[in-house]
């Protein structure tokens, strides 16, 4: 992989599956959600069932092994800082 990106992604219901096709490319990916849970993604991760090309039923995939790092945040732990045109990177009040 040339470049490995952070991306900040608004919602935790269709966003862990946009976050899950990140963290399988190689790239973290962190939701933003409500405070409760945002708790409960720290705690227990995620998990996604989807059904794979080639294979029979469901296959279920836990954050917790995934390659790259899935994290989830409240609005008000979000800090945002600006370098040059680009977003450069986002830190939290943990």
């Not at 962190?30 to 059904?51: E, M, P, Y």
């Not at 794979?52 to 954050?63: D, F, L, P, T």
């Not at 092994?65 to 800082?81: F, G």
């Amino acid at each position: 992989m040339a470049e490995k990106y952070r991306v900040l992604i608004l919602g935790a219901s269709y966003g862990s599956l946009f976050a899950w096709k990140l963290l399988m490319a190689g790239h973290d990916a962190t939701l933003i959600c409500r405070s409760q849970i945002a708790d409960l993604i720290q705690q227990w991760g995620t998990r996604v069932r989807v059904q794979a090309k080639g294979r029979e039923g469901w296959v279920e995939i836990n954050s917790r092994v995934a390659p790259s790092k899935l994290d989830a945040l409240a609005p008000d732990q979000v800090v945002l800082q600006r370098v040059g045109r680009t977003l450069d990177s986002c830190s939290t009040f943990h």
